[in-house]
T-cell receptor
Framework: DAKTTQPNSMESNEEEPVHLPCNHS???????IHWYRQLPSQGPEYVIH???SNVNNRMASLAIAEDRKSSTLILHRATLRDAAVYYC??????????????FGGGTRLMVKT | DTAVSQTPKYLVTQMGNDKSIKCEQN?????MYWYKQDSKKFLKIMFS???????INETVPNRFSPKSPDKAHLNLHINSLELGDSAVYFC??????????????FGPGTRLTVT
């Protein structure tokens, strides 16, 4: 399975944008890039996903490199409620195991006031 | 309304006991899952269950058995509990069949402590 690499932790100031990087140099042509986050003492929650084009939703934006070997989750204005562990996950829809999320270590985002 | 619920939230029990964790989803989803998060915070898939098809993660001991009385419920039964089973267990659900890329909705977790 293609793997992802993320920094262990990042810090951000409140109300400022945050760029969370993810490297996936062995990504296959059919792998989708998914992001989930886990707030303290809660279950993970879906954030966003994409294949090739950049994606936006109410929570975040996803910027995908042209060669798809890396991507960046963008939180436009970090709030204290965004403090969480963010996971970058590759999912292959043509693989029966693609429905199971394979979590790595993720990036712990700390937001300072 | 809670989309994915689990009971109990906390479970403390002794080694060798048998226990069950219940999960219910009111989203009308076809697929449900169990994940385990250990003390180092790594989340790992245990099972995926869709329309009576069970996909077992080969690293899960056979002391763990998921049981699905209906599409909205997937319970996790654990026999002969061991210290290493202490973890937080998350239930999740998604619409669609295995292999599709629908987002997964997670429950709040059940913290199991084996003494």
């Amino acid at each position: 399975d293609a793997k992802t690499t993320q920094p262990n932790s990042m810090e951000s100031n409140e109300e400022e944008p945050v760029h969370l990087p993810c490297n996936h140099s062995t990504i296959s042509g059919t792998d989708y890039i998914h992001w989930y986050r886990q707030l303290p003492s809660q279950g993970p929650e879906y954030v966003i996903h994409g294949l090739t084009s950049n994606v936006n939703n109410r929570m975040a934006s996803l910027a995908i490199a042209e060669d798809r070997k890396s991507s960046t989750l963008i939180l436009h204005r970090a709030t204290l409620r965004d403090a969480a562990v963010y996971y970058c996950i590759l999912r292959d829809p043509y693989n029966n195991a693609g429905n199971m999320l394979t979590f790595g270590g993720g990036t712990r985002l700390m937001v300072k006031t | 309304d809670t989309a994915v619920s689990q009971t109990p939230k906390y479970l403390v029990t002794q080694m060798g006991n048998d226990k069950s964790i219940k999960c219910e989803q009111n989203l009308g989803h076809d697929t449900m899952y169990w994940y385990k998060q250990d003390s180092k915070k790594f989340l790992k898939i245990m099972f995926s269950y869709n329309n009576k098809e069970l996909i077992i993660n080969e690293t899960v001991p056979n002391r763990f058995s998921p049981k699905s009385p209906d599409k909205a419920h997937l319970n996790l039964h654990i026999n002969s509990l061991e210290l290493g089973d202490s973890a937080v267990y998350f239930c999740a659900s998604s619409q669609g069949l295995a292999g599709m890329l629908y987002e997964q909705y997670f429950g709040p977790g059940t913290r199991l402590t084996v003494t």
